[in-house]
Structure formats: C-alpha cells, structure tokens
C-alpha cells in the first residue's frame, strides 16, 4: 500500500498543536487502509462501531478521550456509515468552555447535523452565548457553526448578535459574518431584508477583504434586482481602477496578479449591471480595456481575469475595440495547448458569437479540432457551441455529428440532453423532411427511451400533415419514405417503446396507402411487434390499433379480409387481457370485422387523421332518450355549475387538500376567509398586479404610453369580478368545458408546438480555402460548418421570414433566430420597463414635464454631463479611504438619480418618450430606498 | 456558489468530503462514488472541468486536480469561474503543503480536523473566504496556538506520545 509507507514518517511527526490521535485511531484508518474488499472495510468499521457505541455509554469519560472518539465518529460517517448514536455527545462538546473541545463539537455537528435536525435547539443557546465571546477564535468557530445549523426559525435567534458583529474590530470575524448573514440572505431573505443596507455598508470596509467578502452577497442581490444597484456601477468600476493599479496590499497579490478573486467577482458583478444598459456599460469601457491589456495570459489565473473579462463583454453592450480585444484574447485560448484554455475559449465563443456571428469564422479549424479531442469535456462545450451556431446552412453537418456522438456514449443524462438538442435543431431548421425523419428515426433508435413523447406526437404529426401544402404527391412520398425507412428498422432487435408506438401508428395509418404493402405483409409485421415486446402494454395497444385500421381500410375497400392466423391469436390473448384498455381495443377490433363496408369507412374513414373530429357536446342526439326518461318521472338534470355552487364550500376544501380525505365535518364557518384570499392568488399568476397606490394611477387617461399598463389592469378588473361572482370552481368547470382540443382522428393528440419549418435548402457557399496545408477532409468540414457568413446572415433572414406561412413554427422562437448585429440601444432600454412597471413616483407626470422640454434636449444632456463629472474620473487618492470617498462622492452626485444616456434626434417625439421611460426606470429604485444613500455617506 | 469540497485518493477513498448543503449521508457516498467514476475514466492530459449536472443537478461543474494519490475535488455553480476555482485547489494544496510541511495523503487523515481547519477559513458557507496561503496559515497557527494553551490537559495518548520528540 502506497500510503502506508508514510506511514512512519506520520507516527514521528505525530501531533501538531494538539491534533493529536491515539492508537486505536491510528490502527482503524491503517487496517482500513488495508482492506482489500469493500466487504472487509464494512466489517471494520462495523466492528468500530460496535467499540465507540460501547464506549461512549461508559461514564465519566476523560474529555480528551470523547474528542478522540467524536473525531473517530466523523470518520466513519465519511465512510458512509451511520454515526447518529453519537451525535448528541457532539453537541455535549459544544458546551465544552476548552475552545479545542468547543471547536472539535463544532465541526463534528456542522458534519452530522442539518439545520432542521431535532438537536439543534441545544446548540442555538451555546452559539448565542459564543456569538458574545471575548475570543474572537470562539466567534469565528460559532458563525461557521450557524452558517450551516441555523434554518428560517432559528435565524432571529442569532440575528442581532451577528449584525453586532458586522462592527467587530478583527476583520476576520466581519467577514465572517457578512457571509453568515449571506448565508442568511440564501436561506430566507425575507428575515434580513432590512437588513441589506449593511452589505453595502460594509463595501466600504477598510480592509479590502472584508470589501472582497461583501461583493458575495452582493453578487447574489444584484442577480435578483439590477436597478437598485444602478447607482453602485461607478463605484465597483473605480474599485476595479484601483484593483487593477495595485492600490491594494501587496499581500493581496497572488501569482502576480493583485486580488484576481475580487477582480472576477467586481467583473461578474459589472456584467450584470451593464447588460442592455448603455451608459452603465460606457462607465466600464475603460477600465475593462486596461485589463485586457495588463493581464497576464501566461498564469491561470491571469486567463481566469482574460475570461471574466469576455464573460461581461458578452453581457454588456459592448465596444467594437472591446469585442475586438475579446475577440483576440478567444483566439489565444484557443490556440494554446492546454486543454482548460480550450474549454475557456470555445465557451467564450458560445457567448460571442450571440454578438458578433462572424468572429467562429476565424476560429473554424480550431473548433474542428476541438470536436474530434479526446476529451470529453471539451468535446461537450463544442457541441454545446455548435448548437448555439446551428442555422439552416448548417444544420445536416451539425445534426449528424450530434447524432453520431449521441450514439456512441452511455452517459444517460447527456445522451437525453443531446438528443433534445438535436430535435430542437431538426425541427427548427430541418431542410426537408426526408431528412427529419431519418434523424428522427436514429434519435429514437438510439435514445428512443430518453426523449419527451412530445417529440414523437409531433413527429406523428408532421407524418400526417405533410409539408402543409397542397402537394398530395409529396405527401404520399414522405409517408411512403417513412414507412420503407420503418419496415426496415423493425427488424432490429430492442427498440425503445416509444418509437415502437410511433412505427406502429405510421404502419397502421399509412402502411397500406399506396398499395405497395399489402395488408397482410403489414399486418403480419405488427403481430410481430405485439408478439416481440408483449410486456409493453403501450405498444401493444398502438399495435391493435394500427390492426384495427388496417382491416378497416381493406373492408372500407372492399377488399375481403383475411384475418393472420398469429393476428387472431393475438386478439384472443387480448380479449382475456389484464389491462382494460388493451381489452376495449381487441373488442372494437373484433367487432370491427364484423361490419360491412360502409359503417367501417364512418368510423375509420382513409387518411383522415388530421381532420377534426366533431364532438356533440350537448348530446344532442340523446335528447329522445331523456325526454322518454323525464315523462316517465325521472328527476331532470343539473348542470355541474349549479351543482358546484350548492357544494362549494366543500369543494374548496377538497380541492385544496387533496391529501385530506375527510372533510365531512369542515363546515361553512371555517371556510368563510379562504375563497376571497384564492383569487388574488390566482391573478397573480395571471397578470402581474401592481400595487395599489400604482393602479389608481393607472387610470388617469394621459398618455399613449400608458395604454399597455390600462390594459392590464383591464384585464385584471375583468378576471377579478369573474372570481368574486363564481369563485374558483365554475373557473375550472368553464375552462374544462371550453378547452376541449381540437383532437385529431384516429388516436393522435395534436399537439400545437410542432416547430418543423419547411425552410427549405439553401445552396450552401464555398469555402475559400485560405490555408492549403490543411487536411482538406477538415477544411470540408469547416466549410460545411461555417458557411459563407455573407450567405449565412441573408439566409437567416429569408428563413425567418419565410417561417411565418409554414404552421407550427411560430409557436416555438428560435433562440438563435437572427439577431441584428446589434439592436439599437434605445430599444433594449424600452424593453425593460415592462419588466419592472411597479413605480413609486409618478411616471406620467414626469412624462408630461419631459414633453414641455422638447425642445431643450441638449440642455437636459448637460445635466447628465455635470452628475457623470462627479463620478466618472477616479481621483488618485491611495488605499482604500478613497474607495470609501468616492463612494459617497458618487452618490452625493447623483441623488437619488440615475440617468441613461441616450443620444438621440432632438426632435423625434418618440425618442423622447422612451427616453423618459428610461429614466423614470433609472429614477425609482434609489428614490425607493433613500435610506440606502444615508448608510452610504455616512 | 461552492457547493462541495471533496478529497480522495485514487482508489476512491474519501479523505475529506465537505457538502456546503445538507445531504444525507447515503446522498453524500452516492455522490462521491459519482465523482470518483467519472474522475477515473478520465484520460491523462486533458481538462481539469466537468460538466456535472448529472450528479449535482443543473448548472453544476466540477474542477478536479490530480496531485500524487489524491484527487482535490470542487464543485460550484455557474457564478463562479472555472479557472479561479483550479487556483482555489492551488490555494488549498499550497497551504496544506505548507502547514504539513510537504503533505501526504496520510497527513490528511490523520489530521481530520486540522484539515477541516484549513478548509473553513478557505471556503465559508460555500463563499471563497480567503485566497492567501499565508493568511490562511496564520489563522490556523493561531488558532493551534489557543487550543493548546486553553488545553491543560495533555490530548496525546501516551502510546502516541513517545513519538512527539522525533520532530
């Protein structure tokens, strides 16, 4: 054993400032460390088990012996055994005042215990009392202990003794407990929203790592709320400043590189600010290219910053240089030799190429190379980053090399996650539908069991519907493509059930329609079916169906039928059939057989599986019946919405607890609150309700851009008054009874998101080889792959347009449909004020001061002009006192302000408009929390 | 978000295993068997990340590295960077290397709670705490420095005890 040799050395080095073990201890890792079987090792630990449960039940056991023995408790819970005998004597040690003891109690419960755990409750005290302690080591041992035992009910608990400590004196222990009231913040962020103000407080701590700590939390509540950060964007830009200029310690240095971990959260942080924000992501032009610039590419940690750094160019609306600067730091990562830079660099393409399409081009043979590397890894983010580039052009090289590695891996989650890609992509982009239904056929061949059944209704579908155009011809040869392809496949053993369900629904619909199978050939093959995969009751019952059909085609043809010996046998052992189902369909088939020509061609007429079936809702045909009925005195019926209304109390209840069976004894009294609190619940998931101090606002009539909000609140006043009227069970009873689909004949749902596009192909460009020393086998592939992107980009477009006929695609956006190189500024800016509508001042007052000033636009740039002079030069001050003063700085300029820059025509009305819109987002969030500025000026 | 430290050696046993969320004990075995067999069919020379969703759930990656015997395992979310947290197990080997003074699998083991030391001042609640070695190594000496002193009584068994004054 490799490791016993060290063994020696060990023993002599024994402890080292009391992390001493005994023998016993010494002697179980050693022979478990020998065991030659898992069986030995479970017999080992076992054995020990049985010692330490022994033990630990004789009294008065030295203290120092119970740290042995708790340590020896973790150890075999590592080994994954049940240690939970011992665990109340790991919170005995808690208590212990001896702060080795103490801290040994500590670990061993935050490794046994979770926070829900029933022993917490005797802990929580000793944490309080520690959070209290002189030593701040105790501290220090208590908030790691609460960041993992403290749960929602406990929080209060320990709360104020950590906000308390957010002002300790030891850096080590603020920082400390900023992440615990992070930790907080994850668990339950209602118990410390008041107190988030103290997180950037703490921004301007004076020591840099409790500032590097804060950006944590506050990494966390920017992803939640951009725009109450808004005003923080100048701040993290001149901490960067001053990052990058070595401002801080030199004891902050790493490799080199000055606090690399604060400069990739600062830039994780500014992407999130800058994302479709213009001006925010102006103030990070400069700071961002010096970066680029000074990084060092030789370190891994330089490379880390050179990916942050793409990683928040791909959020933010960015430069030319930068995209160029990213571009190039690509290209190195790609170009080197280790596999890590790689895998960076392929991703950063991922993410570039949403903004600038072109920039794969350069990169064609790398990302080849990158497809066919051994490792895995890598291989996944190239297909990942194919994915992301698929277009029409593309799609046949890309789909089938998906296909290929689908096929060739075992990795059950990967291969369900590459097969939905590649259906994704097939039914986007799929240039005929030949070719869909062989990737179809192989995905299901070969994953068949992985993807969504979804997939295989659509698939169904677009057998049955064809191109969508009125060309039967075309029609008859895909179905016939798709029959030869499947009578083919069926030969082959094991085939995943639902595939089996879709070749069995094809044959049974199309099998016989053109007359080159006959009935008895297809039939015999579904026996086969129903015979080969008996235990799969699904199969089954598509296989008699397809039976079912094709018998009635024959007969509907007039043709004589002859039943297969096998097939009859099969209906036989179907009729005795443990399943009802499979039962109901070998009856409908048997009595199917007995009828003449023309009811079989009523009930299954040809081809008629994309026609709508007519359901008689009413009954009406029943009507003689109930009439008979009625006049022989029987009791008329009463509709379900009478009914409902009669029951209603009872069916809230049932409806809400479906778990609780008896509600006999729930009377009307207890129920009485619940209907008028369900339907504010269920219109907030409908329409997003504004507060009430906005909605009166709403409806004051005074401008265009309102109209989208009234709606809203239209709608919202309609859906109330219908809750209020009925309450929540005619609500089902009306939809229920509206909502019938339009379901096809002959057993397939329709399902509405078929996204086959009948795009069709496009002549693909050459590609001009520019380096002929390449192994043209790749160079092929790169052409295929890449395209011409003058061609690609004209193709996308004509492809989107052209999806807008073609049924189906509409339903599901293509996230890679053509984006404009880049969309101008001040649309992405409009599109963010549906977003967050809830505003607490008045935005159409604001509108109407704007549109008097029409004509003063530039006046209205000059401001922004003087608060920008505030914030944007970074003083030259050293150390972190001037992080604290520019801090303040900023925000004293902008008061409770932060504007957008937009440049735009001074006369264009509707610029204005969404210009203010802009604002008025940019103005809310500070003004919403004034309080925040106060802790940050002081 | 670091949602997992894990240690093992190269034949799949856990030397240290950290869950920064509660799982249980057959959830947590569950998972290291997981990693270990994914590390394991891993070629030599190749990237030091994996994609782990299938273990972690979505948008889990995992960044390894291979020293001597041991595999150091992080497992984190996507608001972290991969490279940063390859420099984070360099950080965690340079300080344990110079804690233990050139460590071993063996020093790992037998000094549980030293390395779980270590570790908390590294990585707090699933938060990088703290990246210099030199930091980290003095709040773990001071610590050491108080256990011992508030520790009258002598924790070293006698049978271990005889050892002591060979270093």
């Known amino acids: 054993m490799e490791q016993l040799k060290t063994i020696g050395r060990e023993l002599a080095m024994g402890s080292q400032g009391g992390f001493g073990q005994s023998k016993e201890f010494l002697d179980l890792v050693k022979s478990i460390g020998e065991a030659r079987s898992k069986a030995e090792e479970d017999r080992i630990v076992l054995s020990e088990i049985d010692i330490l449960k022994r033990k630990l039940l004789e009294p008065d056991i030295p203290k120092r012996k119970m740290k042995e023995y708790i340590i020896r408790l973790v150890y075999i819970e590592m080994l994954g055994h049940d240690a939970s005998f011992g665990y109340i004597h790991a919170v005995k040690m808690t208590h212990d005042d001896n702060l080795l003891l103490k801290r040994t109690g500590y670990l061993a419960v935050t490794l046994f215990l979770n926070e829900d755990h029933d022993l917490i409750i ?14 701040y080591l105790v501290v220090c041992a208590a908030l790691n202990a609460i960041c993992r035992l403290i749960n929602e009910e406990t929080i209060p608990a320990v709360l104020p003794q950590v906000v308390d400590l957010l002002n300790h004196q030891k850096e080590a222990v603020r920082k400390k407990a900023i992440m615990a009231l992070h930790r907080f913040h994850r668990k339950s962020p209602s118990s410390v929203s008041h107190l988030i103000s103290n997180f950037r407080k703490r921004l301007c701590d004076n020591d840099p790592g409790v500032m590097g700590a804060t950006l944590c939390p506050l990494f966390d509540l920017i992803t939640e709320d951009v725009s109450s950060y808004k005003d923080l964007v100048s701040s993290f830009v001149s901490i960067l400043k001053q990052v990058t ?48 610039r000074k990084c060092d590419s030789s370190t891994n940690i330089g490379n880390a910053i050179l990916y942050e750094c793409i990683r928040c160019i791909s959020c933010i609306i960015p430069s030319p240089k930068l995209l160029e600067a990213a ?13 890590n830079l790689k895998y960076m660099g392929i991703d950063g393409l991922g993410r570039l190429i949403k903004i600038s399409p072109d920039i794969a081009e350069q990169h064609q043979l790398a990302v080849i190379d990158c497809l066919e590397d051994p490792d895995d890894t890598l291989k996944r983010k190239t297909f990942e980053l194919l994915y992301k580039m698929t277009k029409s052009s593309n799609v046949e090289v890309i789909v089938d090399r998906m296909t290929d590695y689908m096929i060739s891996i075992n990795d059950n989650h990967y291969k369900t996650e590459i097969a939905s890609r590649c259906v994704e992509l097939a039914e986007q982009f799929a240039p005929s539908n030949q070719w869909f239904i062989q990737i179809m056929n192989k995905v299901f061949e070969h994953a068949g069991d992985l993807v969504n059944i979804k997939v295989a209704h659509n698939l169904m579908r677009l057998i049955a519907e064809g191109f969508g155009e009125d060309d039967d011809d075309a029609d008859s040869k895909l179905r016939l493509s798709a029959v030869e392809s499947y009578l083919q496949i069926m030969s082959e053993p094991k085939l995943p059930s639902l595939f089996l369900q879709v070749i069995s629904w094809v044959l049974g619909e199309y099998g016989t329609a053109d007359g080159k199978y006959s009935a008895s050939y297809i039939s015999g093959k579904l026996c086969d079916v129903a015979d080969a995969y008996s235990s799969d009751e699904t199969v089954k019952g598509y296989a008699v169906s397809a039976l079912m059909k094709i018998y009635a085609f024959e007969i509907a043809s007039g043709r004589k039928v002859d039943v297969l010996p096998e097939c009859q046998s099969l209906i036989e052992e179907l009729l ?5 189902d499979l039962q109901q369909r070998a009856y409908e088939l048997q009595a199917l057989l007995a009828l003449d020509a023309r009811a079989v061609e009523s009930i299954l007429p040809l081809d008629a599986s994309c026609e709508d079936i007519e359901v008689d809702k ?19 019926y009463i509709s379900e919405r009478e009914r409902s209304c009669m029951l209603e109390t009872t069916d809230y209840h049932s409806r809400d607890h479906h778990e609780v069976p008896s509600h006999a004894l729930r009377f009307e009294a207890y129920e009485r609150p619940k209907p008028s609190s369900l339907p504010t619940q269920a219109s907030t998931e409908l329409v997003p309700v504004p507060e009430p101090s906005y909605y009166s606002e709403a409806h004051q009539p005074i401008s265009t851009s309102s109209v989208s909000e009234r709606e809203s609140s239209e709608i919202k006043l309609r859906l109330d008054g219908v809750k209020q009227k009925w309450g929540r069970p005619s609500y089902q009873s009306s939809t229920s009874a509206s909502s019938t689909p339009p379901q096809a004949a002959n057993g397939t749902s329709s399902h509405p998101d078929v996204g086959v596009g009948s795009s069709s192909l496009k002549p693909r460009s050459s590609y001009e080889s520019k380096k002929p020393e390449i192994d043209p086998e790749k160079q092929r592939l790169a052409a295929s792959l890449f395209g011409g992107s003058s061609s690609s980009r004209s193709d996308r477009k004509s492809s989107s347009g052209g999806h807008k006929p073609a049924k189906g695609t509409a339903s599901k956006p293509p996230k890679e449909n053509p984006i404009p190189v ?101 103005v809310n969030p500070t003004s919403q929390n004034p309080t925040l500025f106060k802790d940050l000026l002081g | 978000m670091i949602k997992a430290v894990m240690m093992m050696n190269t034949q799949g046993k856990p030397r240290v295993a950290k869950f920064y969320d509660f799982l249980l ?62 420099d984070l197990i360099q950080v965690l080997v340079e300080t344990l290397d110079k804690c233990f003074s050139n460590v071993c699998e063996l020093d790992i083991v037998f000094n549980y709670s030293k390395m779980h030391t270590v570790l908390d001042e590294i990585v707090f609640g699933g938060q990088v705490l703290e990246t210099r070695s030199d ?7 001071e610590i050491s420095k108080l256990e011992a002193a508030s520790n009258s009584i002598s924790l070293v068994p006698k049978s271990v005890s005889g050892w002591r004054g060979g270093r």
């Open chain 2, 135 to 141: 930091e980290i190594l003095k709040a773990v000496e």
């Open chain 1, 122 to 135: 005797l802990i929580v005290n000793t944490i309080q009392k520690d959070l209290r302690s002189d030593n």
């Open chain 1, 618 to 636: 009413d009954l009406s045909f029943l009507n003689g019946y109930i009439q008979q009925a009625i006049e022989s005195g029987a009791q008329p």
């Open chain 1, 245 to 292: 200029e070595r401002r801080l310690p030199k004891s902050y240095d790493y490799h080199q590189m000055p606090a690399p971990f604060i400069q990739i959260k600062l830039l994780k942080i500014m992407a999130l600010l800058g994302c479709g924000d213009k001006s925010a992501s102006e103030i990070m032009y400069m700071v961002l290219g010096d970066l680029f």
């Open chain 2, 25 to 86: 004990v057959e959830k947590q075995q569950e998972l290291i068997r997981g990693v270990f067999s994914v590390l394991s069919s891993r070629p030599e020379n190749v990237s030091n990340f994996l994609e782990i969703d299938s273990l972690f759930g979505p948008d889990s990656r995992l960044v390894y590295k291979h020293y001597a015997t041991l595999y150091f395992v992080l497992v984190f979310d996507g608001s972290e960077n991969e490279l940063a947290m390859l």
């Open chain 1, 822 to 922: 880049q969309p101008p500024p001040d649309l992405l800016d409009f599109g963010e004020p549906t977003a967050t509508s809830v505003t607490a001042t008045d935005p159409f007052k604001e509108l109407e001061g704007l549109m008097d000033s029409l004509s003063q636009d530039g006046g209205s740039t000059d401001v922004m002009g003087v608060l920008y002079s505030d914030a944007a030069p970074v003083t030259t001050t050293t150390s972190v006192d001037s992080l604290l003063s520019e801090l303040s700085d900023s925000s004293k300029g902008n008061p409770g302000t932060y504007q957008s820059q937009t440049s735009k025509g001074p006369n264009s009305k509707e610029a204005l408009e969404k210009d203010a819109l802009v604002r008025q987002m940019g």
């Open chain 1, 576 to 580: 005795a059939s443990h399943s009802t």
């Open chain 1, 327 to 339: 571009a190039d730091a690509i290209s190195k990562f790609l170009k080197s030799d280790s596999h």
